[in-house]
């Protein structure tokens, strides 16, 4: 298989052939959902100990722990409204997010997310990471 380029973006997925270089500026596909616990709405006062919170921290807490540069496991988050739109790196090849229906389950656009590439995830997660150590408590 051929990779085919459009103004340097790759339009098929690259195989071997096409080098870790093409892989970088691959557009993202969106994954199966992610889907956390049944959130019951009378514990929104303690979501912390809900199973629906619990396993949101267990993947915040897997992400955050990821080596730099790693993506597979980052969970994303972009502003929505009053909320966020949550996503989770679940392939980096091809680059691949699945929606977390988390709270409200805002969600961005498909567009969007077939326009980010592994070094945007990147560049996100290194974010994130700066942002948490800015406001950790120390």
């Not at 340097?8 to 970088?24: F, H, L, M, S």
């Not at 691959?26 to 396993?55: F, W």
Request: some cysteine; glycine content about 10%.
């Amino acid at each position: 298989m051929t990779c085919y380029h459009v103004g340097g973006i790759v339009i098929r997925e690259p195989v071997a052939d096409c080098g870790g270089q093409e892989r970088e500026k691959q557009m993202a596909k969106l994954g199966t959902e992610y889907n956390l616990p049944q959130l019951d709405i009378r514990v929104l006062r303690n979501l912390d100990d809900s199973p629906h919170g619990q396993e949101m921290a267990r993947l915040e807490e897997i992400s955050e722990k990821l080596p730099d540069g790693e993506i597979v496991g980052g969970v994303l988050r972009f502003g929505v409204a009053d909320g966020y739109a949550m996503y989770l790196v679940s392939n980096d090849k091809p680059l691949t997010l699945r929606h977390i229906d988390w709270l409200d389950g805002y969600r961005i656009a498909d567009a969007h997310i077939r326009g980010l590439r592994i070094q945007d995830v990147r560049e996100i997660l290194r974010r994130e990471k700066g942002m948490r150590e800015l406001f950790s408590k120390k």
